[in-house]
């Protein structure tokens, strides 16, 4: 299976800050990473796709970069709506794996 | 607009079955695989579960093979998730989730808990 490992784990960040999570593959991916955000008890929301194809509806400030093994968000200006937890998942093989997550909340 | 509506979740006994159903509207459902992910309570996600639009091909996550089977239903455009031997490290919530075979999960149900205690 491809381990996914994100980081930081937790972020502080204020409104207005830029901030860049980073998520690894054990083996390269190609292009199949995906970026979901999740609010406190709602569904996940996809935010990219294809590493930095942005999903209908989803703003400018999110950015997805990298290739192989090596992809990063970069989220800029920073509103109250965006401090949510974070995810990556590869699907370019199943079983499919999420990282374990980044939590972004208010300094 | 595209809507997902997962249910069946519930309070069921380590050992027992239950049946997840996922609803589908505003897109061709059998045109797209669609997939399960389910967050044990203060967790993270896990993809349990994929199937593609035709029902004809499927994927499991090892934590579930042979205990749960995923199936659809394409004239009544809704997904399944049949969960067999059931066990406390089931308990989660369940989301179903349409999913693009290139572009991965672009929308999600708001899932159903299901809970697994005696």
């Known amino acids: 299976d491809i381990q996914m490992t994100q980081s930081p784990s937790s972020l502080s960040a204020s409104v207005g800050d830029r901030v860049t999570i980073t998520c690894r593959a054990s083996q390269g991916i190609s292009n199949y990473l995906a970026w979901f955000q999740q609010q406190p008890g709602k569904a996940p929301k996809c935010l990219i796709y294809a590493v930095s194809r942005l999903q209908p509806g989803v703003p400018s400030k999110f950015t997805g970069s990298g290739s192989g093994t090596d992809f990063t968000l970069t989220i800029t200006s920073l509103q109250p709506e965006d401090f949510a937890t974070y995810y990556c998942q590869q699907y370019y093989s199943y079983p499919r794996t999420f990282g374990q997550g980044t939590k972004l909340d208010i300094k | 607009e595209v809507q997902l509506l997962d249910s069946g979740g519930g309070l069921e006994q380590p050992g027992g079955s239950l049946r997840l159903s996922c609803a589908a509207s505003?897109?061709?459902?059998?045109?797209?695989?669609m997939s399960w992910v389910r967050q044990a309570p203060g967790k993270g996600l896990e993809w349990v579960s994929l199937i593609s639009g035709s029902g004809g091909t499927t994927y499991y996550a090892d934590s579930v093979k042979g205990r749960f089977t995923i199936s659809r239903d394409n004239s009544r455009n809704t997904l399944y998730l049949q969960m067999n031997s059931l066990r406390g490290e089931d308990t989660a919530v369940y989301y179903c989730?349409?999913?693009?075979?290139?572009?991965?999960?672009?929308?999600w149900g708001p899932g159903t808990l299901v809970t697994v205690s005696s």
């Open positions: 989730a349409k999913d693009r075979l290139a572009a991965g999960h672009d929308y």
């Open positions: 505003g897109f061709i459902f059998s045109n797209y695989a």
